[in-house]
């Protein structure tokens, strides 16, 4: 089974509705991220959270809030969304190593 | 803040052929982490190679292989013998060592690397 699992793979969505993005990982890190990929963009940090009862936000969390349910879940909102926030997001994990293990990557369509 | 540079949006390769991709960073730390990252088709980021900002010694990973430079704040990496499966997305990144840093990565736009048979 993969480290960390990131539900629904992909989702179209209206202009308007509100829809989470859900983060799983196996791997007992207590870091876990959320990034947004757009073409020609890079990856984005949206919010950071290093423990259940810190949440962070990144460089683009405008439109987006998070919940950390317990250490293993990290779930990503968008309140109203709209389609600019279509896009490719991903949830990230780590320790206090090097690398961070990123998750399959949740296609969002807003239309 | 700090910043990622990748200078190519797109390269491509012949089989078996040498492909460097280029980035570079901006930074006024002293300590850091670099990193090449691999994002094919699946879309699955996927870990190539690291750079410890410390280590003089260029990293290097069977095929992969990079030329750290710190004075110049670049960070190239070469692909060697290159295989169909190299083809994708490959970005650069980099992590603040920081004290109270977040720990995130600060990506490069990307390099999208084909290689033809």
């Known amino acids: 089974d993969a480290d960390v699992t990131q539900t629904p793979r992909n989702r179209i969505t209206k202009t308007g509705k509100r829809i989470m993005l859900e983060c799983s990982q196996t791997k007992g890190h207590d870091r876990m991220y959320w990034y947004r990929q757009d073409p020609g963009l890079g990856l984005r940090l949206i919010y950071y959270s290093f423990d259940v009862k810190d949440i962070n936000k990144g460089e683009i969390s405008d439109g987006y809030s998070v919940s950390r349910q317990a250490q293993a879940k990290f779930s990503l909102s968008l309140e109203s969304a709209i389609p600019n926030q279509t896009a490719l997001y991903f949830c990230a994990t780590s320790d206090f190593g090097y690398e961070q293990y990123f998750g399959p990557g949740t296609r969002l369509t807003v239309t | ?114 290689v033809n048979p």
């Open chain 2, 1 to 114: 803040a700090q910043t990622v540079t990748q200078s190519q949006p797109e390269m491509s390769v012949q089989e078996a052929e040498t492909v460097t991709l280029s980035c570079t960073y901006d930074t006024s730390e002293s300590d850091y982490y670099l990193f090449w990252y691999k994002q094919p088709p699946s879309r699955q980021m996927i870990l190539v190679i690291r750079q410890e900002a410390y280590k003089q010694q260029n990293a290097t990973e069977n095929r992969f292989s990079v030329n750290f430079q710190k004075a110049a704040k670049s960070f190239s990496l070469k692909i060697s013998d290159s295989q169909l499966g190299d083809a994708a997305m490959y970005f650069c990144a980099y992590r603040s060592l920081r004290e109270g840093s977040n720990y995130k990565l600060t990506f490069g736009k990307g390099t999208l690397l084909t």
